[in-house]
């Protein structure tokens, strides 16, 4: 893999439409877009000053595997296309080979379609609160990152840039995408959870959690999209150091985000430095990752 740090405006050709927490979207034509996944850092929806290397690449690889492992699941918003041709510059198209991605445009949904296996996070929060989770009601006396009886599905709303994703009921989700939409995509969502964590349990490593994105074709047709199933968008944790009543050590940015929470910092914009320490082994922990799963 390449080791350069990505910069946007690397590509001349092409315009950028959108640039988000970590990926930029350039526009190929009307009906084809280029996602380019950056190494920027997200924590707590506010992009870190400090990108950590490599992890745009890695990101890319382990969703491109799962969107061909799921496909027969949900249908995705990849395509084939010739990277070179689209640049108009070979050199160029080789170093992003590996964090860019052709894909349909889509019209994405307001909504982020998260799946838990364990309760930890913003949901061990609700939990203690209230008992439940996006109005889910659990059992009382769960530990801080106890499996579930079973996989429950708890929507956000999807923030912009800078502002918080918010926890939603599925009522809520049903009156935002329509009642269908929202049926189709719970369903998928716990079927390709299912799926893949059992793939990753077989190597070692319990997906905890995960946050899926979908968004709609041309035609209409439900697609999932942006990223699947990477340490960005789940909580990966070796099984062989999991144990209930613990935050786990995992091979994603919780590593980041619990140096963030000892920091006096408000969680908004501007995001603090981080300490190259702390990048250097955070990058380690998204090479482990891909390395656990068999280099996808």
């Not at 074709?217 to 150091?241: A, C, Y």
């Not at 590593?255 to 910092?265: K, P, V």
């Not at 995001?271 to 082994?281: L, N």
Request: net charge negative.
């Amino acid at each position: 893999m390449q080791q350069d740090t990505y910069h946007s405006d690397w590509i001349s050709n092409l315009k950028l439409l959108y640039q988000g927490k970590v990926r930029d979207i350039f526009e190929i034509d009307a009906n084809r877009l280029l996602i380019i996944a950056s190494d920027r850092l997200s924590a707590f929806d506010v992009v870190l000053p400090d990108p950590i290397p490599g992890k745009g690449e890695i990101l890319t690889q382990i969703s491109n595997f799962w969107f061909n492992h799921t496909a027969a699941l949900m249908p995705n918003h990849c395509l084939e296309g010739d990277l070179a041709e689209i640049l108009g510059d070979t050199k160029l198209a080789h170093k992003l080979q590996y964090r860019a991605v052709i894909v349909r445009r889509m019209k994405p949904l307001p909504v982020e379609a998260i799946v838990r296996g364990y309760i930890i996070g913003s949901g061990w929060k609700d939990y203690q609160a209230s008992g439940s989770i996006s109005g889910i009601p659990l059992k009382p006396g769960l530990q801080l990152a106890e499996q579930l009886p079973q996989p429950i599905f708890t929507p956000s709303t999807k923030a912009a840039v800078g502002d918080h994703d918010i926890n939603i009921d599925f009522s809520t989700m049903q009156q935002t995408i329509g009642t269908d939409l929202a049926e189709n995509i719970r369903t998928a969502s716990l079927a390709i959870y299912a799926q893949a964590s059992a793939y990753a349990l077989e190597r070692g490593i319990i997906i905890a959690d995960t946050k899926f994105e979908f968004g709609l074709d041309s035609e209409g047709k439900l697609r999932i999209i942006d990223e699947m199933l990477s340490p960005d968008s789940s909580r990966f944790w070796p099984l062989e150091d999991y144990r209930p009543g613990i935050s786990p050590p995992s091979y994603d940015k919780q590593y980041i985000r619990d140096y963030l929470e000892t920091l006096d910092w408000s969680k908004t914009s501007p995001g603090p430095r981080v300490p190259a320490d702390i990048i250097q082994s955070t990058t380690e922990k998204y090479q482990q990752a891909w390395q656990r799963l068999g280099n996808l």
